[in-house]
Structures are given as C-alpha cells and as structure tokens.
C-alpha cells in the first residue's frame, strides 16, 4: 500500500538495511559451506583433509547467528 503513497514508512530504510545484512550474512554462510562441500568431496571424506574448512564454515555459522541476533535488537 505504500508503494502509491508519496511517502514510504519511516522505518523502511532501516528495514531495507537488516534485509541487506541478512542477505550479506546468508551469502557468507552459503561461500563458507560450498568450500567445506568442495573440500570434502574433494577428499573422498577423508578426515584430517578439510579440517581447514570445517573450522572456517562453524565459525562462520557462529558469527553468523550473532549478527542475526544483533540484527534484532
């Protein structure tokens, strides 16, 4: 309904902003998680192979669910 009123809601930039955020951290985790999917098919499974990855895809997540939190407050 905003759309042909002259004036969007006042909080429209600021939830334009969270939705960028959110996409920005969707888009890191989905990065993060193909390099872990590349590196252990890569390895047959192997462990002790992409161990580099599976560290950087859970600290990815854990930042991931702290910005999200963030976001909300």
Request: charged share 25%; proline share 3%.
């Amino acid at each position: 309904m905003w759309a042909t009123q002259s004036n969007p809601p006042k909080d429209f930039k600021e939830k334009t902003l969270l939705a960028h955020s959110a996409s920005e951290t969707v888009e890191k985790i989905y990065k993060s998680w193909l390099e872990y999917a590349t590196a252990f098919r890569a390895s047959g499974g192997k462990v002790g192979t992409y161990e580099n990855q599976d560290m950087a895809l859970k600290i990815t997540m854990r930042e991931a669910i702290e910005s999200l939190t963030n976001m909300q407050h």
